[in-house]
């Protein structure tokens, strides 16, 4: 196996790179150089924010803030499950619902400021109707 940097990009096949690595892949491990329960790397995270003296983050709340990052950014669930390692997407979905919410409450806003709804006002608030 050759890796080599080459125009700023590793340059090895997938299935090279796939023989050599243990599976499944931990990129954070205990003192101990096993994979974190994860409940355990709950508790690692905590103690780490704490003596950081960031004692309102937590995993849970930053990976939630990283999610909802990536739906305004435009990414698919798909897309943020595989950065953030969601095993479902239900999660996921909720952050994304919430995104588009506020994408088309936006959108709605500002069809009502230009005046191009493709609702026709009710008719007790049209103000273009003639009352009797």
């Given at each position: 196996?050759?890796?080599?940097?080459?125009?700023?990009?590793?340059?090895?096949?997938?299935?090279?790179?796939?023989?050599r690595l243990p599976v499944p892949i931990s990129f954070l491990v205990t003192e101990f150089g096993r994979?974190?329960?994860?409940?355990g790397f709950g508790n690692w995270f905590r103690e780490q924010c704490d003596m950081a003296n960031l004692r309102h983050c937590s995993f849970h709340g930053l990976r939630k803030s990283a999610s909802v990052r990536l739906a305004e950014a435009g990414c698919t669930p798909h897309e943020i499950?595989?950065?953030?390692?969601?095993?479902?997407?239900?999660e996921i979905v909720r952050y994304t619902n919430t995104v588009?919410?506020?994408r088309l409450a936006r959108a709605a806003i500002?069809?009502?400021?230009a005046g191009t709804s493709s609702v026709k006002p009710v008719a007790k608030?049209?103000?273009?109707?003639?009352k009797s």
């Open positions: 196996m050759r890796l080599g940097w080459q125009r700023n990009s590793l340059e090895a096949s997938a299935p090279e790179i796939e023989t994979p974190f329960a994860v409940a499950a595989a950065i953030t390692g969601h095993a479902s997407l239900k588009d919410r506020k500002e069809k009502v400021k608030f049209d103000k273009k109707r003639k």
